[in-house]
């Protein structure tokens, strides 16, 4: 999969975006705002409970807030984006030796993880379109189309999403049969196939990274087409 700001309109949306960040930082209050949150996340366990108050909110005029509540909801969908690519690397390697974290609870936690950073890119993009139509009522994305698409593409992954957050834990064969391999092997009893639970174990990662890396590269499909469909709308960003 190519790395996210390879591709030529996410990587201008975001340039564009980090250049009216830039130019409204030029703004008195916004930047006095900033710097007193910052300060107070700073020093907020020094903070008697008198002094406990991040103090005033910054209030934008009604148009800037509109504009900078859509520009929130794309870095959010960026981040959501990585957090599924990122989800690779958790297949990677077992932190918790000699830990009472089992290999497959560690793969299942893993898989399920994956599975609601799915859902979670889906809600963003559903944010994003309310806060786009807010900033351009005559040209907003057909949002429900998009995620009709989403679903469909993503189908199974939010199956088992919804399955393990309204009725059980993520489970399939592959690990069924590799608990089934390790109780064995504690057991001291042949393995059917001569698989030890090690090998077992990474030919299972070694198919979860693979179907990530492939899953990652359709998420990113949408959020190529969102960014360019947001270059075309978003003539704030041109002013």
């Known amino acids: 999969m190519a790395k996210l700001f390879d591709e030529p309109a996410i990587a201008l949306f975001w340039d564009k975006m980090m250049r009216w960040t830039i130019a409204l930082q030029q703004d008195p ?15 907020y366990d020094a903070l008697s409970p008198a ?10 005029d009604e148009k800037t807030a509109k504009e900078h509540a859509l520009l929130m909801c794309y870095s959010e969908l ?8 990122q989800c690779e690397y958790y297949f990677r390697r077992f932190p ?11 793969l299942t936690r893993n898989c399920e993880v994956f599975f609601n950073k799915i859902y979670e890119l889906r809600e ?5 379109g309310a806060a786009l139509k807010e900033v351009s009522p005559g040209k907003f994305m057909d949002t429900g189309k998009l995620i009709k698409q989403y679903d ?11 399955l393990l957050n309204h009725h059980t834990r993520f489970n399939d064969i592959e690990l069924n049969r590799f608990n089934l391999v390790t109780t064995m092997e504690e057991a001291q009893l042949p393995l059917p196939f001569g698989d030890s639970s090690n090998a077992e174990y990474r030919r299972i990662c070694r198919g979860w990274i693979k179907t990530v890396r492939s ?7 949408f959020l190529v087409k969102i960014s ?3 270059l075309e709308t978003c003539d704030f960003l041109d002013t």
Request: zero cysteines; hydrophobic letters at 40%.
């Open 78 to 85: 960026i981040a959501g984006m990585n957090a599924i690519t």
């Open 124 to 128: 963003r993009i559903k944010n994003l």
């Open 51 to 60: 002094e406990d108050d991040e103090g005033d909110v910054f209030q934008f």
């Open 29 to 43: 209050a916004w930047k006095k705002f900033n710097k007193e949150k910052m300060i107070y996340t700073l020093a």
């Open 96 to 106: 918790f030796k000699d830990l009472p974290v089992s290999h497959q609870d560690y």
């Open 215 to 221: 899953r990652s590269a359709v998420a990113q499909l």
């Open 228 to 230: 360019e469909f947001l």
């Open 152 to 162: 469909k593409r993503f189908k199974n992954e939010l199956k088992e999403r919804n």
